[in-house]
């Protein structure tokens, strides 16, 4: 297990100008552990209180396009934001560099560049890393997050999902195959650009399925899960925009392999979880609201006419990326798991 | 059939305070076959520009605590906007003083008193006149509310529920056990009364399941489709809350007897629903928005990983409630079912 | 005064892609004596029920490219939702056409070419005809427009200072420079074009002044408060974004000339405005839910510390543009003037 | 100065069912040199993770009604989150006990018992004591604070004024009696109480002025900007309802006594809180987002048309209130003024 640098790990952030990367800026900011010696963008050069004027006076960073030479001058460790396609296209030379990389996008999470290319409609750019990279979901995959130098960090809906099923599918106590997921999200999962469809008055006051049956983090959440299990997993995925800035709640209808009570169930995540600071087991249903703005998830359980049904909140910008993203980063560096989240 | 009304119908409003009331009085003020003649309230006795803001100027009537005798002296007909349990007790008198009733609460939408019992907990006051009662969603049954005196208006989430499984029920299409819907209500559903859980701060940027295998529209669910097969229904129904005034979006997973497209469904949809004005089968996933306001029911059908997936929308207030109360007026008066409601 | 025609008015639409341009068709499809012929986009030729998918069903006309000459064949009446500078280039076109108008943008508000060339910040394409249209404001202008064949609508924090101010400043109540409209206004107000700063995650949960001394509303709400006065009006206008799809609070400071009681003012208020159905005085503060969704204005006043405060909420798409066009098309072809707005 | 303390401060919660009692547990959770030992309510006495569903597993407390006695054998410090009235009974009580308060309620901010019969319509309990407790806003008051045993944590809407207004009134840049206040909040300003007017559909998509000429925070204001200047203060404050969960931004427009540039002005501002960490000028327009969550407060000036603009924005839960009370507290026992609080 790494020891805790002495001195302030130097982090830069890469793809600064959206959503998750200013959480993980107020995060960081947070950290006692971390200097944050640079924050890129490709499009704006400006300083960052101007980008994001909540940060106005609190980082005093201009925004600027690095190279990888110029990026492992500064900083020890990247956290990347970019987009996928376009991440793994710089990660080998960030590696080389010597920079360990806690990466946002898509780009390392799937095994195999055939999945990749099926739902990512691209050529992955670095395909014989696949299968190699360690997928960031600290509760699950924690011992060999500790020694990697780069984590693919877990997607909000996949981290909900997963967090919600591994330990029902671990203990073989729901078929695989018959797993319907109805998640709802709210809007900054979709990002900052500016689309017509994410305008203030279209999201304001709806509420509208989206991407019915061909959602992306469908393969990521049935190969996860599939590790625990020697069956292929099949869910249906139906994500929602919820006219709310953030959090994710889902409810996930699973048919038991054998007769089972809420109060079993109940037991059964608590003990899965004992160990892990973030993720609470709660006898109520949960809200977002109760999970919004911290890396917590609360997840109950219910059984309803013989199906156990999960149901699971967390607040996307923060567990389901940076905050999980700075866990993973505390657990690369030695650092207490907490750090920084609290 | 009947005809139209020479002159306006009286219409008097029991339990004038609430959000339905209001969006009930808002179209009977643009129906010009109806006077409003008198709005009730047990507890208030004010202008009812006071109680609500927005009929400033626009009906000059004070609510009233008005008994049934009183009633039968100014109006034809009531919408009775009052809670289950009370309603029951007062709808025999109603009648019997010659009154034509639209009546909003559960109390004569199930068919038998012990069911009703197990549910609402408590004894039903007019057990005798339960399964007598025609149930007011016009789409599905039509004839028979148009020779009625008393019509059981249907619950939001049923509407919602009932038009999206009608189709597939009756044409035997889907299995009749196993069939989840999962439903995201604007807080409106929840009424006027001052709860803390319903504070703005409380519902404000949070989303949750409530109601958990527990909700009161299950059984109307299960028994109104029920109707169109000879299996008994079972649903798994999980209601949530959004934060947003107005609205219901329903998903609904159901399991198919036989390989179907989408195409397929879509047209079967269409056909099925193709006399009715109000019923509008799309191809895009509607949102909430899309029916907010307005007494259309929007609906749309994908098939994913060998289920059906009917997805549903319209305004819980409106087509939910008010408006469709006022589509089963109008086919009691022989108006067009349309008046008042474009 | 005309007479309203026989037949239906074949009304056109300019630029239907818009949120005023969606108010306006639901405005219309309510109102017995218009058919709606044509609605344009240059940029979308959708069926409409795409562009807006609540008026799938509703409405089953495609957006079209058309010139004043296919619009003249089409139609008898346009409502042209068109941005400035544009507008006023093809009006001439369209009144040679034989067309009557109510326009929508800024081009013909404003009495001369320089004030609208210093706020608008190019010249105008069509400046003779300024200072020779009546503006469009029905509770003020009434008598003109109904014999109009070209209508300059108000601006939406137009109308709502307008009618706030107009009856103190022609009962010569207050100083006409010492006047502060802090005016909240949903995010409607601005468009419907995809722009970061209108994003779901930039608005919600957030509210902030802008435009702050240099909103292009400033010389209309001036000069048409002018008219009812020898001396000219300075008025500090802020506009602020308020996270809410619609609705317009103005709170208006003013200096009295001499001591007035709010009896009188709101006296005074309900004198001025006692012929005109949809402004409405009211004792209470008005919030903008009292008027949203319809063509209704609520004014009160308060006096606070030897200052006059007059409160005002209106709808802005609706009493602040489409309703507000609606009722100037009442009057321009003699039809009731609440017709379609009730 | 004091020096910070060896060992963490034990620290009660007074009045803990509330929002503003909620931030400060989260606050307070973050600093190091803290533990929270009890939290009391006269209501509840359930674990606090059933009252605030998001301290679930974070605070492990019960909710306890507790007198002066057992306070002072548990904490040596309370926040106190009582309503007033009730505050100014048991203050006398705790100091006696040997515990040092912040005081959230408005019983120790006006300096005579006149005016607090006046503006809160009861006798003070404690009238001896007003006009010699420190008022707690860090930015003016810091030297006094740091030796207090009791600090009056100021108003949310009062802090926001007084920030804007106290450089302006000190260096006699403006007319002390022609100020206008015109202020807007998100709706936790008012509470966590059951009351109609709060619920989500009463206050969702609305805004509305409220207390006009007659809000609490008038004299507030007034006494404390008063200190600054030999003239009496007067000032207009109108507040306002906000559809969303946080933040107040306030507009105010004061009158210069002699010509001023708004380059001058930010100049002003800028060095009067040079060595305050937590107010921050800015440039830009701010919105209330930009400070939301944080203990940041956002200030910019404007000149229009004769008049100053001061245009500023906090976030009312914690530099209004509970963000706010733990700097004070910090100042209080030597802690560094920005712990917890980054």
Redesign the interface.
Known sequence: MPQPPSKPVHVAILGGTG?TALELIKIL??HSGVTITAVTSRTEQKPIG?VH??L???LELKLEDLGPKQLAERADCVFSCLPHGVTAEIVPELLAAGLKIVDFSADYRLDDAATYQEWYDHKHPDPTRLGKVVYGLPELFGPQIRGANLVANNGCYTATAILSLAPLVKAKLIEPQDI?I?A?S???GAG?????N?????????????G??KHRHTPEIEQIIGRFTGTPI?V?F?P?L??????I?A?I?SKPTRAVTQTELLAHFREFYQPHPFV?I?D???????????N?C?ITA????G?I?T?T?LDNLIKGASGGAVQNFNLMYGFPETMGL?
């Open positions: 959503y900011l947070r101007q004027q909540s106005a006076s609190r319907i109805d709802k709210g809007v900054s900052r650009s500016a689309k017509q994410l305008l203030y008055c279209e999201c304001n006051e709806s509420l509208s399925a989206y019915v049956g099949e249906i139906t929602h919820v006219p709310m800035d953030r959090g709640l409810t209808y609470t709660v109520h249903l949960p809200a977002t609201k109760d999970t919004s703005g911290t917590f609360h219910r059984v309803v006419r199906r049904l149901i909140s609290l």
